[in-house]
């Protein structure tokens, strides 16, 4: 059952995804980033922590369990320290390649425009 239920909800991570690219104009990076925020904001309301333990490593393989990652270490780390544990606590459950990778993603978006 626990195979069955991570199949199920990383099938419906990507048919929401799969629906929305064929439904939209969006890009393919745009609904990327679109399911990171939505990790982060269910995180934030502890609403994903349920899909972990409901789903196990289904809700952790997909890209919203990054957002998840990024504002769970941001949270936590908060607490701990205080505000400034807010940008320390980002970095600490996600990997320094990532996190360079975001980086220049991000950087590279403000300076280049998608070709149609």
Do not use: R, W
């Not at 925020?37 to 994903?48: C, E, M, S």
């Not at 490593?57 to 890209?63: D, E, F, P």
């Amino acid at each position: 059952m626990i195979y069955f239920n991570a199949f199920i909800f990383s099938g419906i991570v990507c048919l929401i995804g799969q629906i929305i690219l064929d439904n939209t104009k969006l890009m393919p990076g745009h609904i990327t980033s679109l399911f990171v925020v939505i990790g982060a904001a269910l995180d934030t309301f502890a609403i994903y922590d349920f899909f972990v333990e409901k789903f196990g490593a289904g809700a952790m393989v997909c890209i919203t369990s990054f957002g998840h990652l990024l504002i769970h270490g941001a949270l936590a780390k908060a607490h701990a320290d205080g505000i400034l544990g807010l940008f320390t606590g980002m970095f600490s459950l996600t990997a320094a390649g990532i996190t360079a990778t975001i980086i220049f993603a991000f950087i590279f978006t403000l300076i280049f425009k998608a070709k149609d």
